[in-house]
């Protein structure tokens, strides 16, 4: 490996500018759906080794010394999240009216999100010790920019680092105690330890380092998974989770907005295999195609399918008017309907997608006719603060709506209080692409992050309970028109709160940069 390291270090020009090109988008293939989560190793080693010979000259001030570091960082998170995130691309595609976006989505995120790459590999360089140092000190650069990411102009955390060291839930269990960014200065760590291998310094120390968090994460892995296990629940339920499969290409007019109407209910009234009713039927997000409020009849149809003691969750638009001179207003909400058909809870969606459900600078890009992805005239609005679903009889569930399921650290204290988590969400917009198996594996992570059993219901899918330990009690494939009958026990697991998996993350980011700046005193670490 020694000629290898030599040949990638002292690499130049186009060669170099590829190298961590490929690097980067060899890392994507451990992203779902392909989870390959060796390629991760094989990416970092290489993007060590690049910035390695990433040197500036002294003489060239501050930012000529950080430049050719940047450069290399900013290629690699370049490659990556083009190979990992290409897919936005779709419901662009599916509207002529914004096809000219697309570049816009294949590259121009990708550019700007390979920044947060690009200040961790130069934030890295700047004490870049030999040896084990190095990889220390890259693993915190990662750690702290990917944090940086999850909320930086609202936040877009897709894809981070970590998500890639947890595709299976005995993997996923660390996340409870020092959350994603915890996890990614780990993964960061034990990824590019095999650096040191071609290089020849602390390698003997960087691999058992490795080893020590590999076994540790198996380890609690395991026992905290049959520690969930043997915990009682607190109660029974049984829940239809509604995957209608409707395409971006209906409810166009009001004969075919009836007929989605009229499938939600068929499908909700199935007979199940043991004949036992649901307690819970859950629609997925926007599943009602139009203003229910101004559809009095809608009501009556949801009372004569529910029958006694049933629950209906349905995502829907809520329209709602702005008063005197003021334009109407429209909400991605979810609506909590008794036996009778009534509305007895409802929630809006906090976190709204920046320019599919809202628009940044609005006066301004629209003066360039740049408008929303949403087809709703000014998008949508955000509520003001979360709120807790309560169903007949008491129970609470914490609503997220579509990409709220991947922002576990804005989920609040009010959530203590839910028996479970809820996400509704429509991914028909990406088609058969990886982004929904993406956004799946990361509301995963989210449950066992929180300790709390997940009902998610998807249009096209992935639909499934997911238990508080990762684990995928039952399910619908990827765009299988049809219903999920299961009953489960709701059981929660002890989970420490966003602040202490906060102090956590960055107790653990003081030790490991001690050690990088230790190993430039210190044998031991070369």
Wanted: aromatic share 12%; hydrophobic share 50%; charged share 15%.
């Amino acid at each position: 490996m020694e000629r290898l390291a030599n040949g990638v270090i002292l690499s130049w020009g186009w060669k170099r500018a590829l190298i961590a090109l490929a690097a980067g988008a060899i890392g994507a293939l451990a992203l779902p759906p392909l989870n390959v989560f060796a390629a991760m190793f094989v990416a970092f080693t290489l993007l060590v080794w690049l910035i390695d010979g990433a040197a500036g000259s002294p003489e060239s001030g501050f930012f000529g010394r950080i430049l050719p570091a940047f450069g290399i960082g900013w290629l690699f998170g370049f490659g990556y999240f083009v190979a990992g995130l290409w897919w936005l691309a779709s419901p662009l595609l599916a509207d002529p009216e914004f096809k000219w976006a697309v570049p816009l989505a294949v590259a121009g995120l990708p550019a700007f999100l390979a920044i947060f790459y690009g200040l961790a590999a130069a934030l890295a360089r700047q004490l870049w010790p030999d040896g084990l140092g190095r990889i220390a000190m890259l693993a915190v650069s990662f750690a702290i920019l990917e944090w940086l990411r999850s909320f930086v102009l609202t936040g877009f955390p897709w894809n981070a680092i970590g998500y890639t060291a947890m595709p299976v839930p005995i993997m996923m269990q660390p996340v409870r105690l020092i959350g994603v960014e915890g996890m990614t200065l780990l993964a960061v760590f034990v990824y590019a330890v095999p650096a040191l291998l071609g290089t020849g310094k602390g390698a003997r120390i960087g691999i058992l380092a490795a080893a020590l968090l590999l076994a540790a994460d198996f380890g609690y892995g395991y026992y905290a998974m049959h520690r969930f296990a043997a915990r009682p629940g607190k109660s029974e339920m049984s829940i239809r989770l509604v995957q209608p499969v409707t395409g971006l290409d209906e409810g166009d007019t009001d004969e075919s907005r009836n007929a989605i109407f009229d499938r939600l209910l068929k499908l909700s009234k199935l007979p199940t295999e043991g004949g036992k009713k649901p307690d819970l039927i859950v629609w997925p997000e926007t599943a009602i195609p139009f203003i229910l409020t101004e559809k009095q009849e809608a009501f009556t149809r949801i009372a004569e399918m529910l029958d006694d003691k049933q629950t209906l969750i349905a995502g829907t638009v809520r329209a709602e008017d702005g008063g005197a001179g003021s334009p109407r207003r429209y909400y991605n909400s979810a609506y909590v309907f008794d036996s009778e058909g009534q509305i007895v809870s409802a929630a809006d969606k906090v976190h709204l997608v920046p320019f599919g459900e809202y628009m940044p600078f609005a006066s301004l890009l629209r003066s360039w006719g740049v408008d929303t992805i949403a087809a709703l005239p000014g998008g949508y609005s955000a509520a003001v603060s979360p709120s807790l679903l309560t169903l007949p009889g008491g129970r609470q569930l914490y609503p997220l709506i579509c990409y709220e399921a991947i922002f576990p650290d804005e989920i609040g204290p009010v959530a203590a209080k839910a028996s479970a988590l809820i996400n509704l969400t429509n991914d028909i917009w990406f088609g058969r692409t990886p982004g929904p198996y993406q956004h799946f594996h990361q509301a995963q992570v989210t449950a066992v992050e929180l300790g709390l059993p997940m009902i998610r219901s998807a249009n096209s899918g992935i639909s499934a309970i997911i238990a508080a330990d990762g684990q995928i009690i039952s399910g619908a494939n990827i765009y299988t028109s049809g219903v999920v009958d299961t009953t489960f026990t709701l059981k929660s697991v002890s989970s420490l709160n966003s602040s202490a998996r906060s102090t956590n993350f960055w107790l653990l980011t003081v030790l490991i940069f001690l050690i990088a700046a230790f190993s430039r005193v210190s044998f031991i670490f070369r």
